[in-house]
């Protein structure tokens, strides 16, 4: 397609400290393009083809919706590596980096005709009138209820004579009656980025004590900051007020997320002489101290604010001037992602403590064997010990067998625990704004959510290492993955069917939206979540679900000698993974589970092979991927079963309206040359995906309709972007 265009600049420089020591630093900048996928939406076109004067000649072309890669701008890092020999037995160092980026991307098309809580309320549009005061009650408006011709989505097209009488009604307004379509009659594709800035240092100091003991003291700091914006929109709930030196704001700033680690670290390694043994005992030891931190920065106001329009109708008695409409309230923040507001905002953190021992040796000539244990005790989960036992057996000098077998402990973050935030997703194939909520928020824990706790794992491996020839290696192995108290995303939870008054919610506190006998998502957005009236679904973080993940890995490396033709190397490497959802609660959707079995293909393969001929190189790469599902649009009537694993995978059955997207695997080729010439230059060329396979045309397409404007399914293992060729030029100085 010709996009996508990246320039990129590296550059590596070392340098003497002294007469004992070392800098060696590395830069890279880069820039890319944006990459567009995309076929016009369905809706958008019938808009350009058959709806008012004011949209054909606004809605955006080619592509209303763009799917696609970001664009990147400004993108650099700066890498370092330093160290100084003190003594022949002890040295200091350092490393570390610092970089940013700024990325962004569009999201979802809001549709002139229909997007609710912006330009519709429903079937009507949504009329801010500039006569009413926020709160008030009892009023009936000049303003008159205008019916909408349609979305369009459909495919049929718009009826000439609704869109005809809609577009006189729309220019006969009274002037207190304002609408969006006034200002963006074409609808409109929020344009989501963000300026990410990433710094770490690392500090220490190793060497040898007299009796022969190892040590390394060091200490680190870490920083990610993440600030969001959000362009090519607007805050609903402002209306007209929205105007800023006479032009309707479109630009906000949202807001922060920042990451922070400390961490100290005491390591030693001791070499203990036992005479039985084939070599020493290697005992290893030491401690760590970690505090992470993690803050929510509030965004700039108008992007949380609720404006007047969000309070048009606060109480269900302010009318349209047929005095039985009810008048609009309007979407609150910044459409698309509102801003981190002051409730949102905050700074939580953690820290723990760990200890840890490992003993090793070579038994014999033939065996080693090695075992580990690691206590850790967090401040906020209590503590946890975990365990590795490993063992090697050569049973001849080209074949041996190994085997581990090891528990873990992940704690959920900070984020994990208290990040909120609305943003617009698709359902089942529909546009629906989707609310992130803590799982210690009230309305979550009442949906079945609870206070995160630590995932635990087992994890079993065995294989087998086999050097056949000098130019032949094989190593074979299987695994097993056991994760209790996962913790991952809840899918998708409707709640368009909720209401605060419902029992669940009995102990909610929003009273005002409790007293009008409001939805469950007025009564989130009263508690604190701007824009959350609009919500249709909510997810939060859970650990409610226990999955097995059993696989094998098998790599071949063959090294040969073609003579004067040159030499290669083939490396083979093949993967088996299966991963089974052993149990699942409530609040883990069956299309969450469909996913986390069936999303990644269950094999996958990657063929490499390099040849070396002189003062050239080439390189020739095959990566298979085989089928996989994506259950994102089924609404399979299976019973869920007691432990919440049920489901019938449904593929291409005709007149089955709830059937998961069923996709082919795929073969992808890459390949690449390289000239050396001087002895220092190097000129290097590439294609990754050879054949330009974009994966499989999206199911959801299939209708006849193009409902969010996507060409290729999401989901694909390799990308929809197709073929991305490249030329880099290599220069290396004394």
């Known amino acids: 397609e010709g996009d996508g265009a990246m320039v990129q600049f590296m550059g590596n420089a070392g340098f003497a400290l002294g007469d004992d020591g070392f800098f060696n630093i590395t830069g890279t900048w880069m820039e890319q393009d944006p990459t567009s996928r995309s076929t016009q939406r369905t809706d958008a076109a019938n808009l350009i083809a058959n709806g008012a004067p004011d949209q054909q000649t606004s809605v955006r072309q080619p592509y209303a919706q763009i799917w ?8 650099w890092n700066v890498f370092f590596n330093s160290g100084i020999t003190l003594s022949e037995s002890q040295e200091i160092y350092a490393f570390g980096n610092f970089g940013r980026r700024e990325t962004e991307g569009g999201f979802f098309y809001r549709n002139p005709n229909s997007r609710s809580g912006v330009y519709t309320n429903g079937d009507v549009r949504a009329i801010a ?50 609408l969006m379509n006034d ?6 594709t929020p344009q989501f980025g963000g300026n990410l800035v990433d710094a770490s240092i690392v500090g220490g100091i190793r060497g040898e004590f007299d009796n022969g003991l190892l040590y390394d003291f060091s200490a680190s700091y870490g920083r990610n900051k993440a600030s969001f914006f959000l362009d090519n929109t607007w805050n609903p709930s402002n209306g007209p007020d929205g105007f800023v030196n006479g032009e309707l704001q479109r630009y906000f700033d949202l807001g922060s997320y920042v990451q922070s680690e400390n961490n100290i670290n005491l390591d030693f390694v001791l070499p203990i002489a036992v005479d039985a043994f084939a070599s020493d005992l290697t005992f290893a030891f030491g401690g760590e101290y970690r505090d992470e931190r993690f ?50 905002a905050g700074l939580w953190g953690r820290s723990n403590i760990a200890v840890y021992g490992e003993l090793e040796a070579d038994i014999t000539d033939r065996l080693t064997l090695g075992a580990a244990i690691r206590y850790e005790d967090f401040e906020s989960f209590g503590d946890t010990t975990n365990y590795k036992l490993a063992g090697r057996f050569a049973v001849t000098d080209t074949f041996a067998l190994r085997a581990s077998f090891n528990t873990g402990f992940r704690a959920p973050t900070p984020g994990q625990e208290n990040v909120t935030k609305v943003s617009t997703v698709t359902v089942d194939g529909e546009l629906q704004q989707r609310g992130q909520i803590p799982p210690t928020n009230e309305i979550a824990q009442a949906l079945g959510g609870q206070t995160l706790s630590p ?9 087998v290492v086999w050097d056949v020839t000098d130019s032949f290696n094989l190593t074979l192995d299987y695994y097993q993955i056991n ?96 991963t089974t959802v052993d149990n699942a609660g409530q609040e883990v959707d069956r299309n969450k589970v469909v996913n986390l079995e069936n999303r990644n293909p269950h094999h996958r393969g990657v063929f490499t092979y390099n040849h070396f001929l002189s003062d050239f190189r080439f390189l020739v790469r095959a990566r298979y991927y085989d089928d996989w599902v994506s ?4 609404a399979d009537p299976t019973d869920r079963g007691p432990n919440g694993t049920g489901y019938t995978l449904t593929c291409g059955v005709p007149g089955v309206s709830y059937e998961d997207e069923c996709y082919s695997g795929e073969i992808i080729f890459d390949v690449e040359a390289a000239y050396t010439f001087a002895d220092r230059y190097s000129v290097i060329a590439g294609m990754q995906n050879l054949l330009d396979e974009k994966g499989p045309v ?3 397409n299939t209708d006849g309709t193009i409902g969010s404007g996507d060409t290729y399914t999401g989901t694909n293992p390799w990308g929809y972007e197709g073929g991305f060729w490249y030329v880099r030029f290599r220069a290396e100085f004394d």
């Open 183 to 188: 200002v963006v009659p074409g609808g409109y």
């Open 68 to 75: 696609g890669g970001p664009e990147y701008r400004d993108n």
């Open 483 to 578: 994760v209790e108290n996962r913790i991952s995303q809840t899918g998708t939870i409707d709640i368009t069917q909720r209401n605060a008054n419902d029992p669940e919610f009995a102990g909610i506190n929003c009273p005002i939206t409790k007293g009008l006998n409001g939805s469950l998502a007025e009564c989130l957005q009263e508690t604190g979540v701007p824009g959350a009236a609009d919500l249709a679904a909510v997810s939060f973080y859970t650990n409610d679900f226990e999955t097995t993940a059993n696989g094998v890995d098998l790599v071949a490396t063959w090294d040969v000698d073609w003579g004067g033709a040159g030499n290669g190397s083939l490396v083979a490497a093949w993967n088996w993974t299966e």
């Open 295 to 344: 803050e929510t920065l509030i965004g700039e106001e108008a992007s949380w604010n609720a404006g007047r329009f969000a309070f048009q109708n606060s109480d269900g008695t302010n009318f349209y001037n047929d005095g039985v409409t009810p008048l609009p309230n309007l979407s609150i923040g910044a459409h698309g992602f509102a801003g981190f507001n002051p409730p949102q």
């Open 698 to 700: 999206t199911l959801d």
């Open 455 to 463: 995932e635990e794992s087992t994890n079993f491996s065995a294989g």
């Open 631 to 634: 259950g994102d649009w089924s």
């Open 129 to 178: 009138d500039t006569n009413t005061v926020a709160g008030q009650s009892g009023y009936t408006s000049n303003c008159p209820a205008l019916i909408t011709p349609g979305s369009g989505g459909s495919g049929v097209p718009l009826d000439p004579a609704a869109v005809a009488a809609d577009y006189a009604a729309r220019q006969a307004l009274p002037a207190n009656c304002w």
